[in-house]
């Protein structure tokens, strides 16, 4: 993730938050690639009775393929976590987060460490720029195919 890399270049710890969807997938990439680049990585996952959409549950497989770990989201977060990256929640957003869910973003906000968002901020419906409910507050957004009219509407505006 070259962005994060490159904004956030003494972050060595890197915690990520994975939803289970899509946007968590994009999560579990970003934490094969910055541990690839020597980069302590904690992953927190959202698990579900439901599968994962199939090539989220490839990055997912790959991810624990790479040694990778998953956490699950009612741990405890290292202390020194230098850079949050969120991947809970995408495009498919159309009312507020659930409670556990809810309560991510929420830690996450409070935390002293910058957050950078995959895809879009967890909470930001892509289309409208509202905020249903809680809202990562990211300090940046890595967008994938196209820029969503939400990163330039509404609330985010």
């Known amino acids: ?16 938050l994975c939803g289970h969807g899509n946007n968590g997938g994009d999560g579990y990439v970003v934490a094969r690639l910055a541990l690839a ?9 959202q698990e579900s009775d439901k599968p994962l959409p199939e090539e989220a ?8 393929e790479a040694a ?11 202390e020194e976590v230098d850079l949050i990256v969120d991947g809970l929640l ?7 987060p659930r409670n556990e869910i809810a309560r991510l973003i929420a830690h996450a906000n409070h935390h002293p460490a910058s957050i950078v968002a ?27 195919v196209a820029l969503k009219p939400g990163l330039l509407t509404g609330e985010s505006a």
């Open 68 to 78: 990778g770990v998953i956490h699950a989201t009612d741990t405890a977060w290292p």
């Open 37 to 45: 680049a020597g980069i302590t990585v904690t992953l927190l996952a």
């Open 118 to 144: 995959l895809d879009v901020p967890s909470g930001l419906n892509a289309q409208t720029g509202t905020t249903p409910g809680d809202v990562i507050h990211a300090n940046h957004t890595v967008t994938f």
């Open 1 to 16: 993730m070259p962005l994060a890399r490159r904004a956030y270049p003494q972050a060595r710890h890197w915690l990520i």
């Open 57 to 64: 549950a490839k990055a997912r497989e790959t991810w624990l």
């Open 90 to 96: 995408g495009t498919g957003l159309r009312s507020a």
